[in-house]
């Protein structure tokens, strides 16, 4: 089962579970709110797809389900911008 994403797919920068700025698709792909400003129409570079706001996880709630430890990055997101 996927989990939360702990970096940025693009630029590879950690993103906290916490943080109400980072956004999805509908595949779970993650980006930094910085990234997404640049994405054509805000759409998911990889998916075309729309992106929403990633719901937070509290820090208490990270204890009993912490976030993933798989990082995906995905540099040539900047080729599809
Ligand atoms: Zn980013
Ligand atoms: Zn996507």
Do not use: Y
Request: with cysteine; glycine share 4%; proline share 9%.
């Amino acid at each position: 089962m996927l989990d939360m994403r702990p970096n940025c797919e693009c630029c590879d920068r950690d993103v906290s579970p916490e943080d109400s700025t980072v956004l999805i698709c509908s595949f779970e792909c993650t980006w930094c709110a910085d990234c997404a400003a640049t994405f054509r129409e805000g759409r998911c570079p990889n998916c075309g797809g729309d992106l929403t706001r990633r719901p937070t996880r509290t820090p208490a709630k990270q204890l009993g389900a912490p976030v993933s430890t798989i990082r995906v990055h995905n540099p040539n997101c900047l080729s599809s911008r």
